[in-house]
């Protein structure tokens, strides 16, 4: 495997199912990131993990819950989610994050639906 | 606060035509500007990025960018444009003041008629 890989790649869930969604990276970075995707709205930054700690919530709602075990593998933990959380989930990597210019590369995503 | 406007959701060129994508962004401190490509049920792909190196930048696949102080502009251009750029396109904004995350644009699809 290459790059930043993503699974599942398509999910359907019920408003009371838990899930959870698994990013895997392998490109030696040190930073990893989730990110929203939904339909005619910009991407919107979910959390940020630099050296496995949490950096940056983004008021994201507590039914999200990311966790970053090492710094190769960051999860997304989903319980009583709502439709309006139906989005293209996508995770990134860098390098670092101790600058801005620091190149992000994302993976394919994975595409939540709530029923 | 950062932000990134891009203007036109929408653009449809004919292939060998121009490709001329618009962004403009708002930041107090010079800025990073990026654009990103992504092809349908793909993740985002760096096309290419400014970090106050050369004010025009040239990236993958035959596109480059200007950077434009006066204009508060990075625009993205391709000369002639080829099928297989069909794809929506991204620029996005970061700094090293506080929030060093990308804030992203809403996105331009681009169509390429043959």
């Known amino acids: 495997e290459t790059g930043v890989t993503q699974t599942p790649r398509h999910l359907v869930m019920g408003m009371t199912n838990k899930k959870s969604l698994k990013c895997e990276q392998h490109l030696g970075h040190n930073a990893m990131y989730w990110y929203k995707q939904s339909a005619k709205k910009p991407l919107e930054l979910m959390f940020v993990?630099?050296?496995?700690?949490?950096?940056e919530n983004n008021s994201v709602p507590s039914r999200f819950s990311p966790e970053c075990p090492n710094s190769s593998h960051l999860f997304l933990h989903l319980h009583t989610l709502q439709p309006e959380d139906s989005a293209l989930y996508l995770c990134?990597?860098?390098?670092?994050?101790?600058?801005?210019?620091?190149?992000?590369?994302f993976g394919p995503g994975t595409r939540l639906l709530v029923l | 606060a950062q932000s990134v406007t891009q203007l036109g959701s929408h653009v449809s060129v004919s292939e060998g035509a121009l490709v001329l994508l618009r962004c403009n962004y708002s930041s107090s401190v010079p800025p990073y500007l990026f654009w990103y490509v992504q092809y349908p049920n793909q993740g985002l792909q760096l096309l290419l990025k400014y970090t106050s190196a050369a004010t025009l930048v040239k990236g993958i696949n035959g596109f480059e960018a200007e950077f434009k102080k006066s204009e508060t502009s990075f625009h993205l251009t391709k000369p002639s444009a080829h099928m297989s750029d069909a794809a929506e396109y991204f620029c996005a904004v970061s700094d090293d003041t506080g929030r060093r995350a990308l804030t992203f644009g809403s996105g331009t699809r681009l169509q390429v008629q043959p």
């Open positions: 993990y630099s050296l496995e700690e949490r950096v």
């Open positions: 990134a990597s860098s390098q670092g994050f101790r600058t801005a210019q620091e190149t992000q590369y």
